[in-house]
């Protein structure tokens, strides 16, 4: 069974950092690719960033890059998220999500269960 | 084009068959996979590509394509289909991933 559980989440002040991690079981992490995936409560869902199976390419989306840096760890089937001068609109649920590729394809196949991120003063 | 329009809300009586829309330019080069969440959980794919389930996800839901919208159709809708639906696909550089707006399904 695939499992995947974030860690990290939690209070933090405008403008400091954090670092989400994300550990992986039940299926050969380094066969695929992984995303970060964030939804406010009662909103939608928004696409962060994506890594491909050996890091070789990283996607984010406008509005956290140059802020936010995914990474992953094979060895220890883990997935990463740094988070930098972190906003209030960054105040959200953050999924660890597997896809069905290699590559950064999209295909978002299976998820966690989220951890917090709460930014305020 | 980065962005992928889904209608906010529809209803469907149970058993009747519901279609969700998808609209956007990169859906021209790209499929559309499609989530389902129901509240308080985490989203659960249920197609992907042109028109493929994965294991466990019954045969009543379907995927479709045509120029730049896609489509999502539960034939014989169940009440336990009723969920927030959202469409994600990559964007026109294909460097990205998007997600649409998100479908609510009631099933009446």
């Known amino acids: 069974e695939v499992q995947l559980v974030e860690s990290g989440g939690g209070l933090v002040q405008p403008g400091r950092s954090l670092r989400l991690s994300c550990t992986a079981s039940?299926?050969?992490?380094?066969?695929?690719?992984v995303h970060w995936v964030r939804q406010v409560p009662g909103k939608g869902l928004e696409w962060v960033s994506g890594?491909?199976?050996?890091?070789?390419?990283?996607a984010y989306a406008d509005s956290v890059r140059g802020r936010f840096t995914i990474s992953r760890d094979n060895a220890k089937n883990s997935l990463y998220l740094q988070m930098n001068s972190l906003r209030a609109e960054d105040t959200a649920l953050y999924y660890c999500v597997k896809d069905r590729m290699i590559a950064v394809a999209g295909v978002l196949e299976d998820w966690g269960q989220g951890t917090l991120v709460t930014v305020s003063s | 084009s980065s962005e992928l329009t889904q209608d906010p809300a529809v209803s469907v009586a149970l058993g009747q068959t519901v279609r969700i829309t998808c609209q956007g330019d990169s859906l021209r080069r790209y499929y559309a996979n499609w989530c389902q969440q129901k509240p308080g959980q985490a989203p659960v794919l249920v197609i992907f590509g042109k028109d493929n389930r994965p294991s466990g996800i019954p045969d009543r839901f379907s995927g479709s394509s045509s120029g730049n919208t896609a489509s999502l159709t539960i034939t014989g809708a169940q009440a336990e289909d009723e969920a927030d639906y959202y469409c994600t696909s990559r964007d026109s550089s294909g460097n990205l991933v998007i997600f649409g707006g998100g479908t609510k399904v009631t099933v009446l």
């Open positions: 890594i491909s199976w050996n890091g070789g390419t990283i």
């Open positions: 039940g299926f050969t992490f380094d066969d695929y690719a």
